[in-house]
């Protein structure tokens, strides 16, 4: 099953080798990672998505509390979470369907962020599957270009994960 | 007063009481050789490899409980330390292994004998930093010191670029440490402990089965008690030999690949099982899916969490230092009026006797060439079952943790978790460093002792007294063993050729060597060499070639599939 694990490490050079690390020395799946400094400059917020059946989850997260940097690690999976993801596409929109292109990202609530002659690049975020059926609804063949962030999440309600 | 990184470095080994440290010089570690130059308080035992520096630094710590200390130099340095840090690492052995690094200008640029220490190590150390500015390494010397030693132990590498042992500044040893992102569990979880003694209480068929985690933890103390109290039979893995004395009537052997007929039966029919610093290992259970068929309950005590049901479902998992757990439920134990029902304890012991009948470590006595297995009883007759044993990997590492009785902690040193071929030797010389008076042997093979066999000129240098008992059956005889059982008797590669003349070899690093052939010479060949007090003596038993060790679980197999000895 598809989790989406919420770690906080030091901020040091190094802590993101050693999370990496051990997925592919473990054989753990991997399928985003992203990382970023939080609002406490001495700590970083990771967030990974992977897959497996639940004991192979709860090797993943006793492994990732017994790394020396980390300090918390949550599954937010255990309870409801909002999961978010940013992509930059950018599309090929000629004089023709440069409307066209403006209405499907209105109705997938994107954004166009910038503009050229013959391109639009539209900023969207979701869900990976809202991002995916994007992708799928405009159809390989006006697509130049994609950039996506990977997933992060967050707990619904009272619960936090702060230290 | 501002200090150099170098002074800065030795000052800490100082404050740490480091006695020795293991090492080979090299351009990076200059400077920080030539402070160790200057001070008489950490001594510097030269070795003639990096393999042997942490081999050697892990032997110390295995037979003194302190951590071992290892210093390399950068590139070659490191790559050469990597076998002994990744042994150390499988068996959770506390050590601090310094290596130097190119100056912090020239990393990264592929600089003369630049290598990424930190990169290279990453996955087979508990952690490792690199220190790049002076200001921060005291703090890093003292964090990997209690990284090291607390909590699962393990080795800690600090790599220092050589700018840093000159630059400056003030200096400062931290009494004490926290780190908010690492707080290891000592106390057990009090509703856990309380499960675990109901489930001890009402078991039928119980068993205990302890591995290295007593030995890290010094708990051989508290295992026994609750062992006795309870009587019931009691099992160690290969790393926890020693943990409960192995001639106490409740100790039914070692258990797995080569563990005993009874102490597999046993683990496999037991109701309920407690293991205690012990990681369900695949050369101790076997088939995870084998032990899964018989229904029992478990109860397992580690300060690791990640080691409980990784490869084994229990029902009452207890996080904690052993020697706490334990100390609390002998506690409540002692305090509860119930204790185990007598008849089915009984009828349980009748059974593991029956088991035992099968006498399953049985050789050949009568044989005209040597047993090994002979020549490890003879060597714990002669040594009162109180020396310090080291030993290399293969036939011999099996025979001597079968045939020697070990009944007390830190007295079997040997590489479980890697199998590391050359710890022996090294290994035996940290041990006799930390244990001036103690009989150490290290019982090798020919093919193993060759790995590391350059330590023997460190021996001669520092004077250790060191007693080697090569098991010499002219083969890579685990590998043979495999083959003969699993590839058809194809004997590929395993064949030990072209061997030196031991004895002359030992001569020429000016020890003593003597060559036995025969049963009749080998107790007096052993007491000839105990007897040389203050010599190192290189024993060469030329040994039965085909000799096989016995009971064995083939690699995959359910525990009780085993192997035994044919009828002799
Ligand atoms: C040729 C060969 C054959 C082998 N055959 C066998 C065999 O037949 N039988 C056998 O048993 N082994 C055998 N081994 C060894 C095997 O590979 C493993 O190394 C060994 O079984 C592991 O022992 P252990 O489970 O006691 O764990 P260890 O590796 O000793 O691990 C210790 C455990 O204790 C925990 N721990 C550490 N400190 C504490 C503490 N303070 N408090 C609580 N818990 C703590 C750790 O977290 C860990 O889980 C063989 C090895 C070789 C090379
Ligand atoms: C460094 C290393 N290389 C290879 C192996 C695989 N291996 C395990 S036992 C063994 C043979 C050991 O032979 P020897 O030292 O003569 O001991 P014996 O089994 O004959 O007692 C080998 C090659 C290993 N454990 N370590
Ligand atoms: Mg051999």
Redesign the interface.
């Known amino acids: 099953m598809r989790h989406i694990i919420s770690i906080l490490l030091e901020n040091e050079a190094g802590a993101l080798s050693r999370v990496s690390g051990l997925f592919s020395a473990r054989a753990y799946n991997i399928e985003s990672l992203t990382v970023a400094p939080t609002e406490d400059p001495s700590l970083s917020r990771m967030t990974i998505v992977t897959s497996g059946s639940s004991d192979v989850i709860e090797q993943i997260t006793k492994q990732l509390n017994k790394l020396v940097e980390v300090v918390k690690v949550v599954d937010l999976f255990e309870a409801p979470h909002i999961e978010r993801e940013l992509m930059l596409i950018k599309v090929r929109a000629n004089a023709k369907d440069r409307d066209d292109m403006k209405r499907m990202s209105d109705i997938f609530r994107g954004r166009i962020v910038d503009v050229s002659e013959d391109t639009y690049t539209i900023e969207l975020t979701g869900t990976g599957q809202k991002l995916d059926s994007f992708i799928e609804a405009l159809g390989s063949s006006v697509i130049l270009e994609t950039a996506r962030t990977g997933a992060c999440g967050i707990s619904r309600g009272q619960r936090v994960l702060r230290i | 007063m501002e200090l150099t990184g170098a002074e800065i470095l030795i000052k800490c080994l100082q404050a740490e009481k480091v006695e020795y440290v293991f090492g080979y010089p090299g351009g990076a570690v200059l400077y920080i050789y030539d402070e160790l130059f200057k001070q008489n308080k950490v001594k510097h035992v030269l070795v003639r490899h990096e393999q042997g520096a942490t081999h050697a630094a892990d032997g110390y710590s295995r037979s003194s409980r302190k951590v071992g200390v290892a210093l390399v130099t950068s590139g070659p340095g490191v790559t050469n330390a990597v076998t002994g840090i990744a042994t150390a690492y499988m068996d959770s052995i506390p050590m601090v292994i310094i290596s130097g690094q190119v100056p912090t200008h020239a990393i990264g640029l592929d600089a003369f004998q630049e290598c990424d220490a ?2 290279i190590t ?2 087979c150390v ?2 490792n930093f ?1 220190v790049k500015d002076v200001k921060d390494l005291a703090l890093t010397i003292k964090k990997a010191f209690y ?1 090291a030693a607390t909590g699962r132990p393990g080795p800690v590498l600090v790599d220092i670029p050589k700018d840093v042992t000159t630059d400056k500044c003030k200096f400062e040893y931290p009494e004490t440490i926290t ?4 707080n290891p569990v000592v106390k057990g979880h009090t509703g856990q402990i309380k499960k675990a003694v109901q489930l001890l209480l009402e078991a039928k068929r119980p068993m205990i089965y302890a591995g290295g985690g007593v030995i890290l933890s010094d708990a051989a103390p508290q295992l026994t008690k609750l062992v006795r109290m309870l009587g019931f039979p009691c099992t160690n893995t290969l790393m926890g030999l020693g943990g409960f004395p192995a001639t106490d009537k409740h100790f039914v052997g070692m258990l797995g690949m080569h563990g005993t007929y009874e102490a597999n039966m046993a683990m496999q029919n037991c109701d309920v099982l407690v293991a205690i610093g012990a990681r369900f290992d695949d050369r101790v259970i076997g088939d995870p899916a084998h032990f899964g068929q018989v229904p029992r309950k478990i109860i397992h005590i580690d300060i ?3 080691s409980i ?2 490869r084994v ?1 229990v029902d009452v998992p207890i996080v904690g230092h052993v020697p706490d757990v334990l100390d609390d439920l002998i506690k409540l134990i002692d305090a509860s009026k119930q204790r185990p029902e007598a008849k089915a304890l009984a009828a349980w012991w009748e059974q593991i006797k029956l088991w035992k009948t099968k006498d399953c470590l049985r050789y050949d006595r009568k044989s005209k060439i040597i047993k090994p297995q002979f020549v490890l009883e003879k060597l714990y007759e002669i040594t009162k079952g109180d020396a310090i044993i080291t030993s290399d990997v293969g036939q011999h590492q099996m025979w001597a943790a079968q045939f020697y009785k070990f009944d007390k902690p830190r007295r079997w040193i040997n590489s479980g978790g890697l199998g590391t071929m050359g710890f022996g030797l090294p290994a035996a010389m940290g041990a006799q460093m930390a244990n001036p008076d103690a009989s150490v042997v290290c019982v090798t093979g020919e093919a193993s002792f060759q790995m590391c066999i350059q330590e023997l000129s460190t021996c001669k240098q520092y004077r250790l007294p060191i007693k080697i008992v090569n098991l010499n059956n002219r083969y890579m005889g685990m590998v043979r063993q495999w083959q003969q059982f699993f590839h058809g008797n194809r004997y590929s590669e395993s064949y030990m050729d072209a061997l030196p003349d031991f004895v002359k070899l030992a001569e020429s690093y000016g020890h003593i060597g003597i060559s036995i052939d025969k049963p009749a010479d080998v107790e007096p060949a052993l007491k000839e060499a105990f007897k040389r007090k203050d010599e190192l003596v290189f024993m060469d038993f030329i040994t039965d070639q085909k000799e096989n060790v016995y009971p064995m679980v083939g690699g995959g197999k359910g525990l009780t599939e085993m192997i035994l000895a044919e009828e002799l």
Do not use: F
Request: glycine residues 6%; aromatic residues 6%.
């Open positions: 930190v990169g990453r996955p508990k952690h690199l990284l780190m908010r992102s690492y690791d969490p990640s049901s990784k479902k």
